[in-house]
């Protein structure tokens, strides 16, 4: 089971980096960081797939997506300057509450 768990977030780690490179891909006129779109987001549908065989399909995708969206909004705001106000920062606290309620009740 805590290899699934690994590779969940091995999944969540690389959807990440391929969202990041998709920011700078700029509509994918750029070589590199569309290649790295695609590598890691196979990386991540790859891990994550795996993942599933153990962790029940809403328990990983709540995780996956939650923890993707507040890495995804934090990374942002450091490299690319992207705003983090109040309200976004509520609904990022809902969302991580969100996935810890399910969490504490699926089993």
Request: with cysteine; proline share 1%.
């Amino acid at each position: 089971m805590l290899k699934s768990w690994i590779l969940l977030y091995v999944a969540i780690f690389s959807e990440v980096c391929g969202t990041m490179c998709l920011k700078t891909a700029d509509g994918f006129s750029r070589l590199l960081p569309s290649a790295g779109v695609v590598s890691f987001y196979a990386v991540s549908f790859f891990c994550m797939s795996r993942a599933m065989r153990q962790i029940d399909v809403g328990v990983a995708y709540a995780i996956w997506s939650a923890v993707g969206i507040v890495s995804i909004a934090l990374i942002s705001a450091v490299l690319f300057g992207e705003s983090v106000t109040m309200a976004k920062g509520i609904a990022y606290a809902m969302i991580i509450g969100g996935v810890l309620l399910l969490n504490l009740v699926a089993s």
